[in-house]
């Protein structure tokens, strides 16, 4: 591996998280084996074949890791991953990290030329993709990219139907004798997992995390949502690819012990008989997801069974949609606030439905044990105190090691003393909350006056005849941008541009923040990491113009 994923943060400060047990210090798969061999029978995942216990599950991980290591590749090395929701991920996760490799997992849905640029920034040299998902053929799509990428030595396919050609079948590597297998036992400070966040650069984002940090800082992000200590049972709605996915493996399964549920496709009514079927503890999703879930779930007879949390992330959280929530499912809604930069901040379990507050986002008190989380001057990164509205720096055991192939984004992000820098405005009150009020980037300005789409949203998504709402910025001759609100409705009525202006004004908002485009429709599109895919929206309304409605 010639890639550099050495560590920014001091070896005595990740040193002093291990000394005081914040971190495992045990790399993850050491971590599973000693959950599997604690309990040989539990189940470790539920997809679309049924059930797969710890033990059948450790078999086909070091089957594949001896397969893998005998097309030669072994610790350091960087694989890629893009499958959908099922045991061949999770296999594939721990099988990397049983050789000391460094996986690098990405949703399926993403095109051929994001995969490429993040297989030769990364140097990965290899992926693993399906065959054939949702009409798409990653598998084939990557294999002819191979000639480009001189450090792509294989192609591996995964799934039903035939490999294509010059791809190695997952399903042979999986039928490799593994009694001779003898797992790597890769320092937990070093590079584990590379997260992939799209984030508001030209090209992906890629951080490196290590053992520690997934298992330790993750894991007691999970923990604290874990009152009495059972192992838990997470319904993923999330892609395991995503940032916000990477608490499934490496946390629910290595370091808690837990079970996984997994779809290989989103739908609410999908996830709905998940819920119904395995009572999961922990329901893992965006916004965006429940509110469909909510729709869906008035068309259906008869209580869910009460998980112990629904857990919201990657999406702005209204009230709105959390009281809704929180009643259909009968469990505490948390509010999550987190990134794959590192930071991550969440309203806990003491709150049906998560507290608001005008001014922003109410995310909850830090945790040290998974990121403390300080204010600072944009410009002098200097501390500010309780009150004053900054940016949001998050430094702790869960903080990655560095980016990936980008020095430029460590020198932007990253400050000497280690604190990553969110792009995120918000403030600490009194008793250390933490409020989030808008993003330094996300800036939609008007005539000279900035707009923070945040703030307009929350508004609108309190409509009675508005189920979502995502508010971009469009390129104007005059005003040199406007704003446009992308809704989806509740019903066959959807209030009109002018009936959602006097709203807002009845709400307080200022005038000059008024959306001055609609665009109506069905369904949002989502990002392959199932977030609003906010990019698309722009392009959708530049390409029409005006005022807009899509039936």
């Not at 992926?127 to 054939?132: D, G, P, R, T, W």
């Not at 490196?208 to 992000?221: C, V």
């Not at 939609?444 to 703030?455: D, L």
């Amino acid at each position: 591996m010639t890639v550099t994923l050495t560590d920014l943060l001091p070896a005595e400060l990740r040193r002093s998280w291990v000394m005081d047990g914040t971190c495992p210090d045990l790399d993850l798969y050491s971590l599973y084996r000693a959950r599997q061999i604690a309990d040989l029978h539990r189940t470790a995942v539920i997809d679309d074949k049924g059930k797969l216990c710890y033990t059948a599950l450790d078999r086909k991980v070091r089957c594949l890791a001896e397969g893998l290591r005998g097309v030669g590749i072994g610790a350091g090395d960087v694989v890629a991953v893009q499958l959908p929701n099922n045991r061949n991920a999770v296999i594939a996760d721990l099988a990397l990290a049983a050789l000391g490799a460094v996986a690098l997992p990405f949703p399926v849905g993403r095109g051929a030329g994001e995969a490429e640029c993040l297989l030769r920034r990364a140097e990965a040299v290899a992926v693993i993709a399906a065959i054939e998902h949702r009409g798409q053929n990653h598998a084939t799509d990557l294999q002819a990219l191979a000639p480009a990428l001189p450090a792509l030595r294989h192609v591996i396919a995964a799934g039903r139907g035939t490999a294509p050609d010059g791809t190695i079948p997952l399903a042979q590597l999986l039928r490799t004798d593994p009694t001779g297998f003898v797992p790597a036992r890769p320092d937990p400070d070093s590079a584990a997992r590379i997260l992939v966040s799209s984030g508001s650069e030209a090209e992906p984002k890629m951080v490196a995390y290590s053992h520690n940090a997934l298992a330790g800082g993750r894991g007691n992000f999970l923990a604290s949502l874990m009152p009495d200590g059972t192992p838990p049972r997470c319904l993923f709605l999330v892609p395991l690819g995503s940032a916000f996915g990477s608490n499934g493996t490496a946390v629910t399964l290595a370091r808690h012990g837990g079970t996984l549920v997994l779809l290989d496709h989103f739908t609410p009514e999908a996830a709905l008989a998940a819920v119904r079927e395995h009572g999961p503890t922990h329901i893992l999703g965006v916004p965006t997801m429940i509110r469909m879930m909510l729709e869906a779930l008035e068309k259906t007879d008869g209580p869910l069974p009460a998980p112990t949390a629904l857990v919201l992330g990657g999406a702005p959280l209204d009230e709105a949609t959390a009281s809704a929530a929180a009643e259909a499912f009968g469990c505490p809604v948390v509010n999550l606030y987190g990134s794959a930069d590192g930071v991550n901040c969440h309203t806990g379990l003491g709150h049906s439905v998560p507290p608001t507050d005008r001014s922003g986002v109410v995310a909850g008190r830090p945790d040290p044990r998974v990121a403390d989380i300080r204010i600072a001057d944009p410009d002098t990164h200097e501390r500010l105190p309780d009150g004053r509205i900054g940016e949001i720096v998050s430094r702790g055991p869960m903080t990655p090691l560095r980016y990936v192939a980008s020095p430029d984004l460590d020198a932007r992000y990253r400050t000497p003393e280690g604190w990553v820098r969110t792009g995120d405005l918000g403030f600490l009150d009194g008793e250390g909350v933490l409020h989030v009020v808008g993003r330094l980037k996300d800036i939609v300005i008007r005539g000279g006056a900035n707009i923070s789409p945040a703030e307009v949203e929350r508004e609108l998504v309190s409509h009675p005849q508005v189920r979502d709402a995502v508010c971009v910025g469009v390129p104007d001759p005059l005003m040199g941008e406007r704003l446009a609100a992308c809704l989806v409705g509740k019903g066959s009525e959807v209030p009109t541009l002018t009936e959602l202006g006097a709203y807002l004004e009845e709400g307080g908002l200022d005038r000059h923040k008024h959306p001055e485009h609609l665009l109506v429709l069905p369904e949002l599109p989502l990002t392959a990491a199932g977030k609003p895919d906010r990019a698309a929206l722009r392009r959708r309304i530049v390409e029409r113009g005006a005022a807009l409605v899509e039936a």
